[in-house]
């Protein structure tokens, strides 16, 4: 039987704290110092998160590299965020992490994470100058491409893959794929390149 997590009431949380945790399964991520925790996530989410894995690294530039969850993201002492998948600068990675924004995150939209994943996670990486971030919902499926905007705040939405019609990216790095691709059961050998 495992312990029970207790924490000083009103105390914001830190990275120091996320480090003592043992290891039980479970990804927790901090968010201005509270605690967000994720349950183990469904086959649809790993299938999706295995194919952007192998799209992005095939194309990946040498001096990026592309890491599947859980990797932490420092962004402040009390902001440690753990995206589905995580581009970033090779020199920015740590033994314990990736210091500072991304160069990409990829969330894979699951009902426990919806809010979190399009309305918090974007807010965080935006004002902390990730460039880019994509969301990924393998219910309907589609899939949404942001990047930072300098006549908007926050995020504009860039691409919206849908279907199995093939669409060419451009940032951080080209690659070409298909919403259907990354869902599909039985995936076409022809639907990356």
């Known amino acids: ?64 590299e592309v890491l599947p969850a859980p990797v932490d993201v420092l962004l402040a002492e009390d902001t440690v965020l753990i995206p589905d998948i995580v581009v970033g600068r090779r020199d920015d990675f740590t033994e314990r992490g990736l210091i500072g924004p991304p160069v990409l995150a990829v969330e894979v939209i699951s009902r426990s994470s919806r809010l979190i994943d399009q309305k918090l996670k974007p807010a965080k990486l935006a004002d902390a100058g990730c460039p880019n971030y994509w969301i990924v919902d393998p219910n309907l499926p589609d899939m949404r491409c ?16 849908t279907g199995e019609k093939l669409t060419e990216l451009h940032e951080p790095y080209r690659v070409e794929l298909s919403a259907d691709y990354l869902v599909a059961d039985y995936p076409d050998e022809g639907l990356i390149t």
């Open 146 to 161: 942001f990047s930072l905007s300098d006549s908007e705040a926050g995020y504009a939405e860039r691409v919206h893959l």
């Open 1 to 64: 039987m495992g312990r029970v997590r207790t924490f000083s009431q009103g105390k914001s949380l830190t990275w120091a704290d996320l480090e003592s945790f043992d290891d039980d399964g479970y990804r927790y991520e901090l968010l201005d110092g509270t605690l967000l925790m994720s349950p183990s996530p469904r086959p649809i989410h790993q299938r999706v998160v295995a194919r952007l894995l192998a799209v992005l690294s095939v194309h990946c530039p040498r001096e990026l």
